[in-house]
């Protein structure tokens, strides 16, 4: 990891890492290189793995690709894509939504996570972004129930637990944007997917699931949709494989006094090596929950703040630029969504199948 005068890597694949690599290696690197990490490979395997869920809202971070999914999923699928902020970097987090079962309420936020230095508070960097949309589901009684759903994307290294105070300034940050635009638009549910870069019970992930700040008798009960599911044997339970680390990273949070569970989460086995390989088409795992809304679903925070704020005032720290939304521009139709005649159908859900 040496790096030059003008801050490049010194060593690279080109010079065999410093000869580090015999030609022999070099070849296998690029054998490897050519069918598991080539985007023109490895592209459609991920978008089939997306698909095969059938989810209703998908959320994909560490997303590169945004146009590719967007015209490939465009005839059943709306979708918006907030870009990363750091200058050098393309990716960014996105979300789709089935067309025919859900409408854009107003234009999706992005939210450009701050982060501070110790010792330092007046400088800052920003490197990471949440973007969240607004929608109605039809396919619930009457004018429909309201959902916020959220796409996250944390500070990298998750077995730093020294970063995990970086990453609970990003999700105080996100906790208050997404609490004000859950007000705003008088949502009655809320979901929260992506890559939190958080193990299990590290300070990050107890902070979103108990550091909102709601008012008495407006409390979101946010649940981890795999809370009885990551706590297992790190050899059947990651989200993330490589050669240095096995763990789970990617999470399901939803407004528990609101929506519930329906069936047990979706949840692959941990691979026995490294990620992309021939099976996993990506860094990451895809999870997936199906959740209902509860008969008692209520707007969240009606109580939080009043009815005409705006969460979108200057300086509230939402930013609302770099959103890209997909316009409607197909007729044609969806299949038809799963659930009995006699209740409305359940929501599925698959985040952070990564990049």
């Given at each position: 990891y040496e790096k030059d005068d003008d801050g490049k890597f010194r060593y690279t694949f080109a010079?065999?890492?410093?000869?580090?690599l015999s030609e022999d290696q070099r070849r296998q690197v690029e054998a490897e290189d050519s069918i598991n990490f080539e985007w023109s490979s490895r592209g459609p395997r991920v978008l089939e793995k997306v698909r095969s869920f059938e989810?209703?809202?998908?959320?994909?971070?560490?997303?590169?690709?945004?146009?590719?999914?967007?015209?490939?999923?465009?005839?059943?699928?709306?979708?918006?894509?907030?870009?990363?902020?750091?200058?050098?970097?393309?990716?960014?987090?996105?979300?789709?939504?089935?067309?025919d079962r859900f409408e854009l309420l107003r234009p999706p936020i992005n939210v450009t996570f701050e982060d501070w230095e110790p010792r330092r508070g007046e400088v800052h960097h920003e490197d990471r972004a949440m973007l969240a949309v607004a929608l109605r589901d039809r396919a619930q009684p009457g004018e429909g129930k309201r959902l916020v759903a959220a796409a996250v994307h944390l500070m990298r290294n998750p077995e730093d637990v020294g970063k995990d105070a970086m990453r609970m300034l990003e999700v105080s940050q996100m906790m208050r944007a997404l609490s004000c635009f859950v007000a705003e638009v008088g949502a009655e549910g809320l979901i929260v997917m992506g890559d939190f870069n958080a193990v299990p019970q590290s300070w990050t992930h107890l902070f979103a699931l108990h550091g909102w700040q709601d008012c008495i008798g407006s409390e979101k009960g946010i649940q981890d949709a795999f809370d009885e599911v990551e706590w297992g044997p790190r050899n059947e339970s990651c989200?993330?494989?490589?050669?240095?680390?096995?763990?789970?990273?990617?999470?399901?949070?939803?407004?528990?006094?609101?929506?519930?569970?329906?069936g047990r989460p979706e949840v692959e086995r941990c691979p026995p090596g490294?990620?992309?390989?021939?099976?996993?088409?990506?860094?990451?795992?895809?999870?997936?929950?199906?959740?209902?809304?509860?008969?008692?679903?209520?707007?969240?925070?009606?109580?939080a703040r009043p009815a005409d704020a705006s969460c979108s005032a200057p300086g509230s720290g939402v930013a609302v630029n770099d959103v890209e939304v997909r316009p409607e521009t197909s007729d044609a139709v969806s299949p038809p969504l799963s659930g009995s005649c006699d209740s409305p159908p359940p929501l599925s859900f698959v985040p952070a199948v990564g990049k």
């Open positions: 010079d065999g890492y410093g000869e580090l989810a209703d809202i998908i959320s994909l971070v560490e997303m590169d690709h945004f146009p590719f999914f967007r015209d490939a999923m465009a005839p059943e699928f709306e979708a918006a894509f907030a870009k990363r902020p750091r200058k050098k970097s393309l990716d960014g987090s996105s979300l789709f939504w089935r067309r989200t993330t494989r490589t050669g240095a680390r096995s763990l789970w990273v990617d999470y399901i949070f939803f407004s528990a006094r609101t929506m519930a569970l329906s490294p990620i992309p390989d021939a099976t996993h088409p990506s860094d990451h795992l895809p999870v997936a929950a199906t959740l209902r809304f509860l008969p008692s679903a209520q707007p969240l925070d009606a109580r």
